[in-house]
């Protein structure tokens, strides 16, 4: 179940930012940072399952958090990777502390999902 969500938040997260949805702006720019997050959240949440929920929301936010200020330190060598695709889909490029508000608060929804699915099953 872990890698099926992460699988498909993956494509969901790619889908926002390259495919031509017509989708507003708005949702382009932070569905797939909201995404983003949500896929550390369930990456964390897999390797370390004996983790509580709330431990493993705390470290996705605080990992997605590090990542979003790391964008604020500029050095050649880590500018040119962030302009490749796989740096920008990792690492970003321009720090917004909007982006920091929506990965908590979508981790915080996946995390909620998480308990809704543990219960279920």
Known sequence: MSAALIVVTMIAGLAIRFAHLGLPAVLVKY???ALWAVMIYWVISSVLSMWSIGRAATAAGILASLVEFFKLIHAPALDAFRHTLAGALLLGRIFSIWDIAVYWL?????????RRLRRSQ
């Not at 979508?106 to 998480?114: C, E, K, N, R, T």
């Open 31 to 33: 569905g797939g940072s």
């Open 106 to 114: 979508v981790i915080a929804i996946a995390a909620s999902l998480d």
